[in-house]
């Protein structure tokens, strides 16, 4: 059975390449913001969550914090990606398993992603 990744981006450029490099290997949900997320996350659970911090309506740290904190999703692994933070400043600020600057190295990505799943 196929890994579920549950994406969540705003910008229809960004989900079409994620979508292009995830796609052959897992099951991809995408949400174009904060709100479709929390409608979402507990229908069917994801394997991964890989996050954008900035959402039109709200966070990805937000987010991110909302996922860790509950006993039913705390265990996910979440992604966050940015073209605007570093590593270091969303640790300070959620407990993210991970992080990639936008724009990312292919590869780079699909790693990362690999790793989360494994």
Known sequence: M????????????????VY???SEDYEVHFCEDA??????IFKKRPDAVILDVMLPD????????????DYRTGHIPVLMMS???SLEEIK???D??????????????????AVMVA
């Open 96 to 113: 993210a398993d991970d992080f990639i600057p936008k724009p990312f190295n292919i590869d780079h990505f699909i790693n990362k992603v």
């Open 92 to 94: 300070k600020k959620c």
């Open 58 to 69: 709200g966070n990805g740290i937000d987010l991110c914090c909302e996922i860790k904190s």
């Open 83 to 85: 073209a605007n933070s």
């Open 20 to 22: 292009l490099l995830l």
């Open 2 to 17: 196929r890994k579920y990744i549950l994406v969540v981006e705003d910008n229809s450029d960004i989900r079409e390449i």
């Open 35 to 40: 709100t479709t997320f929390r409608n979402t």
